[in-house]
């Protein structure tokens, strides 16, 4: 069964076709395409989301293909009546040629996947987990391919953020998925939100070129960033608790990144370094004056995360045989 989950299986043409296959679907955008008649996708976030959900619903209509939302299962669904994942996948299998899923618990996810089967519709993670947010990472990725003028083995990725440990999936299944194109990877961020164990042995496991560096100072996280290509800004911690959102915002001023600081590399080595960030941001942790300038990654990101669903849509769902057999 083809659920994509995570990027740490791909291979780097598994990449570079996606790649190319989502250039051809930035030309069929508002071409009325019909590749996906008769297809369904099902959109189930049991957690808010703007770019995902919506992207996977332009990006099926462009395609021709139909959707149905449930963007509030634990409100509007029988999960309200004590319906399992497991049973809410296996009847939504029956709508659907295939499913985009979020979810709070990636235990309970992939538990009710092991035990569906075949008897559940492929799923596509819109995001679950500390690490499975694979779209997010290839949109991401995509933009790279687009924009940096740089062999992927030869980028170099800093991720910095005071909390590397929670809500922070789109940065490790970034990071993954540039580790296995052979991308240098440098974490940097506070000794006690780390980045969980099961991302660290992924990509040992990967034998990516990988460092962290824990409580450094400003200049020390300046000086990371200017030996660096690409940029993943921090990301508002997900801590509930007031101390800790307290410490959150005292300690982003050793990772906060400025036009200003990306303009004096720039000056100083001639280097361009990349801005990304999956969004949403807010500003303690953003410096906004970064938009429509030329370190901007993010929100060509947004843009170009419509061709690569197409493009995904089209390789999950599988081209209807009439049509594959016009260009056979
Ligand atoms: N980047 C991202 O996943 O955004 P949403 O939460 O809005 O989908």
């Given at each position: 069964?083809?659920?994509?989950?995570?990027?740490?299986?791909?291979?780097?043409?598994?990449?570079?076709?996606?790649?190319?296959?989502?250039?051809?679907?930035?030309?069929?955008?508002?071409?009325?395409?019909?590749?996906?008649?008769?297809?369904?996708?099902?959109?189930?976030?049991?957690?808010?989301?703007?770019?995902?959900?919506?992207?996977?619903?332009?990006?099926?209509?462009?395609?021709?293909?139909?959707?149905?939302?449930?963007?509030?299962?634990?409100?509007?669904?029988?999960?309200?009546?004590?319906?399992?994942?497991?049973?809410?996948?296996?009847?939504?299998?029956?709508?659907?040629?295939?499913?985009?899923?979020?979810?709070?618990?990636?235990?309970?996810?992939?538990?009710?996947?092991?035990?569906?089967?075949?008897?559940?519709?492929?799923?596509?993670?819109?995001?679950?987990?500390?690490?499975?947010?694979?779209?997010?990472?290839?949109?991401?990725?995509?933009t790279v391919w687009r924009f940096i003028n740089k062999p992927f083995k030869?980028?170099?990725?800093?991720?910095?953020?005071?909390?590397?440990?929670?809500?922070?999936?789109?940065?490790?299944?970034?990071?993954?998925?540039?580790?296995?194109?052979?991308?240098?990877?440098?974490?940097?961020?506070?000794?006690?939100?780390?980045?969980?164990?099961?991302?660290?042995?992924?990509?040992?496991?990967?034998?990516?070129?990988?460092?962290?560096?824990?409580?450094?100072?400003?200049i020390e996280n300046l000086e990371l960033l200017s030996r660096s290509d690409?940029?993943?800004?921090?990301?508002?911690?997900?801590?509930?608790?007031?101390?800790?959102?307290?410490?959150?915002?005292?300690?982003?001023?050793?990772?906060?990144?400025?036009?200003?600081?990306?303009?004096?590399?720039?000056?100083?080595?001639?280097?361009?370094?990349?801005?990304?960030?999956?969004?949403?941001?807010?500003?303690?942790?953003?410096?906004?004056?970064?938009?429509?300038?030329?370190?901007?990654?993010?929100?060509?990101?947004?843009?170009?995360?419509?061709?690569?669903?197409?493009?995904?849509?089209?390789?999950?769902?599988?081209?209807?045989?009439?049509?594959?057999?016009?260009?056979?």
């Amino acid at each position: 069964h083809q659920h994509l989950f995570d990027l740490s299986g791909w291979s780097q043409d598994q990449f570079i076709t996606l790649f190319k296959m989502a250039d051809l679907m930035d030309e069929l955008k508002n071409s009325g395409c019909q590749l996906m008649l008769g297809r369904v996708i099902y959109n189930l976030f049991f957690q808010p989301s703007t770019r995902t959900r919506t992207s996977y619903e332009y990006a099926m209509k462009q395609l021709g293909g139909q959707v149905i939302n449930e963007v509030d299962p634990l409100r509007h669904s029988a999960v309200t009546r004590g319906e399992s994942l497991k049973d809410t996948l296996r009847v939504v299998s029956e709508f659907a040629n295939l499913i985009v899923l979020r979810h709070g618990n990636e235990n309970e996810v992939l538990e009710a996947v092991e035990l569906l089967g075949s008897r559940v519709s492929p799923i596509i993670s819109g995001g679950f987990g500390h690490c499975y947010h694979p779209t997010q990472a290839l949109a991401d990725i995509y933009t790279v391919w687009r924009f940096i003028n740089k062999p992927f083995k030869d980028i170099v990725v800093l991720l910095t953020s005071p909390d590397l440990s929670r809500g922070y999936r789109s940065g490790h299944a970034f990071a993954i998925g540039m580790a296995k194109l052979g991308a240098r990877i440098v974490y940097t961020g506070s000794a006690e939100h780390m980045i969980p164990s099961n991302v660290r042995e992924t990509l040992i496991d990967l034998g990516a070129k990988f460092e962290e560096f824990t409580d450094l100072s400003r200049i020390e996280n300046l000086e990371l960033l200017s030996r660096s290509d690409l940029v993943y800004l921090p990301i508002t911690s997900l801590a509930t608790d007031d101390v800790e959102r307290e410490l959150f915002l005292k300690r982003i001023q050793q990772h906060f990144i400025s036009l200003a600081d990306l303009e004096s590399i720039k000056k100083s080595t001639g280097k361009v370094i990349g801005a990304m960030h999956p969004l949403p941001r807010n500003k303690n942790q953003f410096d906004y004056a970064i938009d429509n300038t030329e370190f901007e990654l993010y929100f060509k990101t947004v843009k170009l995360s419509v061709p690569l669903r197409m493009a995904l849509i089209a390789a999950v769902v599988g081209i209807p045989l009439s049509i594959r057999s016009q260009y056979s």
